[in-house]
């Protein structure tokens, strides 16, 4: 196992190619091993990047939630970047990664080559704030009162997950398997110290009107809580591209491996021939 050290707390880290850098950073309901249909096909060309975010073991699960919040994410980023020797990277993040690598552009654009920011937005729009801090608090508990694998079993079936289901059932029982996984004490206070008090995300326009770096948003058509935000987000950051996949939740992903690498490496290959942007 290979592990890097942010302030003291050791992150799991997969590294595997060569070539131009690509680190993953994963989303709240999965870890490192829900991008391996993207290592798989990336690592032919690039160097590919994955690892568990602080409260997902083997990385540490930090005993104050304080400790798994907003800006601290940011900063794991940047330590597995520079411990690997990277001097730029290009940065795709899954809806809680996705929050953190659009921060990580603004924060640490000289490490950043490009960003793909896919399924982000959930709880940023201001009529949405009160309800989203409720039910964020309520599924802290649940892991904490229930365990992983009972929570697991409704967090894996929300309107924004079914797709999975209905699209491929054998790739659902394995992301299913991996939640049931998850550190409850991780879940829960990451789920605290980062989804519930994290700000919106239309709280940083000004920071995000001036970030000059090429930006890939993507979302699914029926992710319903991400889309105001990421039209938003598409509207404000100067150099960004939208791709909405159809028929499709939160996790593209996982429900569409073939379109998504498609489509970012498509990206990919406009920012390194210098062909994206206005």
Known sequence: MSFVNSDGVRLYVEDTGTGDPIVFVHELHSDHREWEAQVRWFSRLYRCVAFNARGYPPSDVPADSSL??????????????RALGISKAHIVGSSMGAYA?????????????SLVIAGVGSGSPAADRAVWVTECEATARAYLDQGAPAVAEVAARTPTRVQLLRKNPRAFEEFLSHLREHSA?????????????RPSLEDFQNQF??????????????????????LWLKRTLPNAGLWICPNSGHAVNLEEPAAFNRAVEDFLLAVEHGRWGR
């Open 68 to 81: 798994c919040g907003y800006p601290i994410v940011v900063h794991d980023i940047a330590a597995v970047v």
């Open 101 to 113: 690598a659009l921060h990580f552009g603004w924060m640490y654009p000289e490490l950043a080559r």
């Open 185 to 197: 004490e991780g879940k829960s206070r990451t789920i605290i110290g980062y989804q519930a008090r």
């Open 209 to 230: 009107s001036t970030l000059q770096i090429p930006v890939f948003l993507i979302a699914g058509d029926e992710d319903t809580p991400c889309l105001e935000t990421t």
